[in-house]
Each structure stands twice: as structure tokens, then as C-alpha cells.
T-cell receptor, first 110, second 115 residues
């Protein structure tokens, strides 16, 4: 079963705008990760945030983690057409595997 | 430069005809995973190997088997494919650290069609 729930399921914005996606989870975690998947391709790791971290940046990406609310958000600033993809959050516990959310389909309109 | 390689990229098989998908990695990671992903859904973990230890997910059908002959290679065998097994199959690798699950590196996937 999937632990992560992502919101919204689909998001369509204009190029240059910011995109925010949210992820909620149910159990305790060691880390939370975000992945991008272009249509028909494999997933690409974007960023990992550990349970003792609250915010992390990577280029135009900003991830926040609130363990008290069991939620995370991914912000993409100054969006580009190439950011069009599906974005998945994944939670890592003490075991060797990740549990993926259902994903957010992001469309950037030129 | 490819780190996780999946062959073939597209596979067509007949209903009930065994098929094998392959994955290789150049990262020397100790964990390899197989996921099934259907259209507009999240990847669903089928099983994974931690070194030579095989870990099957509880809801993975018996129809799906896997082999890992060495660190670099892992195979997914579908013994009798049904129409419902048509999907994208993703292989991933990871290096497990002290804190548990680390980032995973995915291959490009194999799109399986069952006719």
C-alpha cells in the first residue's frame, strides 16, 4: 500500500510561475525524497531531506518537512517548460525500501 | 555514462509466454529493486535484493520471480504473463547507509506489452 498522499494530483501553470506540491505520510520516517519522472521514462532523484531537517534547497527546488504534521512540500521556482513531468514523494524508514506517493502531474504552459 | 541499464526498452510477449527482463548497474550498489508501474500510477515495489538476500513484497504474485547472479545484474522473470501484467517495469539501485533507505537510481524502464 502507498503511504504518501500527494496534493494536487494535477497542476497546470504558466512558465515562470512557481509550482508547489504537497505530500503527506502516515508513519515515522528517516527521510523523505522527491523524484521526477518524465513521460515514459524512469524516475530521477531530486532531493532527500532527513527527518531532523526542516528545509532544503537545490537550485530552483525548495523542500520543507514538517514531521509533526507528517507532511512535506516541494516548491519549484521560476518554472520552465522542461519541468513538465510527474513528481513523486517517497518515504524511507529503517528498512531498505521506499514507499512512493501517487504523484503530482505538473504541466508548464509556455 | 549510463549507470542503470535496462534491456530491452520495449518488450512484446504473448499471453502465457515466459519473458525475462534484465537490469545491470555500474554503481556497485548493494541493493537492486524491481518496480511495476501502470499508467498514471505510482511505482509498485515487487521485490528487492540486499546483496544476495531476496525480499519479496507480500502482494507480489507468484508469477513474478527474480534472479541476481552477481552484484551487477538482476533479472525479472514473468512465468506466465497475463494481460494485466502489461506495464512499465523499472529497475533501481541503492546503497544502503546507516540511516536506512538512501536515494535510488532508476533505469529507463522496460515497457511490456502482452498480446
Amino acid at each position: 500500500s502507498q503511504q504518501g498522499e500527494e496534493d494536487p494530483q494535477a497542476l497546470s501553470i504558466q512558465e515562470g510561475e512557481n509550482a508547489t506540491m504537497n505530500c503527506s505520510y502516515k508513519t515515522s520516517i528517516n527521510n523523505l525524497q522527491w523524484y521526477r519522472q518524465n513521460s515514459g521514462r524512469g524516475l530521477v532523484h531530486l532531493i532527500l531531506i532527513r527527518s531532523n531537517e526542516r528545509e532544503k534547497h537545490s537550485g530552483r527546488l525548495r523542500v520543507t518537512l514538517d514531521t509533526s504534521k507528517k507532511s512535506s512540500s516541494l516548491l519549484i521556482t521560476a518554472s520552465r517548460a522542461a519541468d513538465t513531468a510527474s513528481y513523486f514523494c517517497a518515504t524511507g524508514g529503517g528498512a531498505q525500501k521506499l514507499v512512493f506517493g501517487q504523484g503530482t502531474r505538473l504541466t508548464i504552459n509556455p | 555514462d549510463a549507470m542503470v541499464i535496462q534491456n530491452p526498452r520495449y518488450q512484446v510477449t504473448q499471453f502465457g509466454k515466459p519473458v525475462t527482463l534484465s537490469c545491470s548497474q555500474t554503481l556497485n550498489h548493494n541493493v537492486m529493486y524491481w518496480y511495476q508501474q501502470k499508467s498514471s500510477q505510482a511505482p509498485k515495489l515487487l521485490f528487492h535484493y540486499y546483496d544476495k538476500d531476496f525480499n519479496n513484497e507480500a502482494d507480489t504474485p507468484d508469477n513474478f520471480q527474480s534472479r541476481r547472479p552477481n552484484t551487477s545484474f538482476c533479472f525479472l522473470d514473468i512465468r506466465s504473463p497475463g494481460l494485466g501484467d502489461a506495464a512499465m517495469y523499472l529497475c533501481a539501485t541503492s546503497r544502503i547507509g546507516l540511516a536506512g533507505a538512501d536515494e535510488q537510481y532508476f533505469g529507463p524502464g522496460t515497457r511490456l506489452t502482452v498480446t
